[in-house]
């Protein structure tokens, strides 16, 4: 079975950064569209940011951000890693959260991992 692995979390001033990473294991796996959400206890899980395959190997995957996180926060893979990464820069309290990894297509839903806590202090 594919498995996700979330790490990179941690506890962060507001303004500071982290670099989230997703790594996904399986001899089967298939690197396709992957995203990043996050969920506090008490909301629904909500997508942050999302980044596709690229047409071609000279074509990079294109991206998309929340409004909350727009022009903070980065996405990014490494397709030979079958990694994604989440770049979060000039942090906020409001993002404090359990960040998780997936595929966007429902039919291609791998089992939840589970997830890496960021805590961003005021």
């Known amino acids: 079975q594919v498995q996700l692995v979330e790490s990179g979390g941690g506890l962060v001033q507001a303004g500071g950064s982290l670099r989230l990473s997703c790594a996904a294991s399986?001899?089967?796996?298939?690197?396709?569209?992957m995203a990043w959400y996050r969920q506090t206890p008490g909301k629904q899980r909500e997508l942050v940011a999302s980044?596709?395959?690229?047409?071609?190997?000279?074509?990079?995957?294109?991206?998309y951000y929340a409004d909350s996180v727009k022009g903070r926060f980065t996405i990014s893979r490494d397709n030979a890693k079958n990694t994604v990464y989440l770049q979060m820069d000039r942090l906020k309290p409001e993002d404090t959260a359990v960040y998780y990894c997936?595929?966007?297509?429902?039919?291609?839903?791998?089992?939840w991992g589970q997830g890496t806590q960021v805590t961003i202090s005021s």
């Open positions: 980044i596709t395959s690229g047409a071609s190997i000279t074509s990079g995957g294109r991206t």
């Open positions: 399986g001899s089967r796996f298939s690197f396709s569209s």
């Open positions: 997936n595929r966007i297509a429902p039919w291609a839903t791998l089992p």
